[in-house]
């Protein structure tokens, strides 16, 4: 089992900055790709950026390129998504997940979810 807990939401005017973590414990944190998803109230989960287990290879939706950056510290167990130019649309719930499958921007090819932080981008 690996626990996966999300933390650096908050509340931003739009054109701020944030960075989330994701802290992980349990089983070999550097045995998973990693990825970040959201969920916006009554929308769909979708895929925000994706890192390869060894990081080496990161992957990002194109409503965020360029301005998220995803990142991962096998030492620390933690993975992480830096955020500028944030935009009113980027508000959601942002899940960090753990897994093995393909394609990385799937849901279903992650075995394990945190919780999810918050982040608000007011106009």
């Known amino acids: 089992q690996v626990q996966l807990v999300e933390s650096g939401g908050g509340l931003v005017q739009a054109g701020g900055s944030l960075r989330l973590s994701c802290a992980a414990s349990?089983?070999?944190?550097?045995?998973?790709?990693m990825g970040w998803f959201r969920q916006a109230p009554g929308k769909e989960r979708e895929f925000v950026a994706a890192?390869?287990?060894?990081?080496?290879?990161?992957y990002y939706a194109e409503s965020v390129k360029g301005r998220f950056a995803i990142s991962r510290d096998n030492a620390k167990n933690t993975v992480y998504l830096q955020m500028i130019s944030l935009k009113p649309e980027d508000t959601a719930v942002y899940l960090c997940?753990?897994?093995?499958?393909?394609?990385?921007?799937?849901?279903?090819?992650?075995?394990?979810w945190g919780q999810g932080t918050q982040v608000t981008v007011s106009s």
């Open positions: 890192i390869t287990w060894g990081g080496d290879s990161t």
């Open positions: 349990g089983r070999t944190f550097s045995y998973y790709n």
């Open positions: 997940a753990g897994g093995r499958g393909w394609p990385i921007s799937s849901g279903g090819s992650y075995d394990y």
